[in-house]
């Protein structure tokens, strides 16, 4: 099986390098490329390494920290339609409200994180309330 998908994935790679080199779009490709690293390297990794420290001391830090992930990976998600032009020529294209729905997919994630934080906290609170050996 493996090998099998090692040959899959060879003749996919070569299919590709034939159609990046044949179809005149190499400088494309690696411009994209090059704007990916750069974004990552010099954007998205500080960014995350920089709440990384933040919420070192955070007392609820894995919730937040999830919530975090969620959001982000939404945004991302979100980016191609949040950063559309402006006017559209074709209104059935991209007809929905979308930055109010993002937003409002935020702010579910951020209620689902207090809420989860809340639970955590009633269940530490009776827990430690508990006289030993009453369980």
Do not use: C, K
Not at 29 to 56: C, N, R, T, Y
Request: no cysteine; net charge positive.
């Amino acid at each position: 099986m493996r090998t099998a998908l090692g040959v899959i994935g060879a003749g996919l790679l070569g299919y590709g390098l034939v159609l990046l080199f044949g179809g005149g779009q190499f400088a494309d490709v690696a411009i994209w490329l090059a704007g990916a690293v750069a974004l990552h390297d010099g954007i998205i990794a500080p960014l995350v390494l920089a709440a990384g420290l933040l919420l070192a001391g955070v007392r609820a830090s894995r919730t937040v920290r999830g919530a975090l992930i969620v959001a982000g990976s939404l945004t991302v998600v979100a980016l191609p339609v949040l950063l559309r032009p402006g006017a559209r020529n074709n209104s059935s294209v991209l007809p929905l409200d979308y930055p109010r729905n993002w937003l409002l997919s935020l702010a579910a994630v951020a209620l689902l994180a207090a809420l989860l934080h809340l639970a955590r906290w009633l269940r530490g609170r009776t827990s430690s309330r508990r006289p030993h050996g009453s369980e």
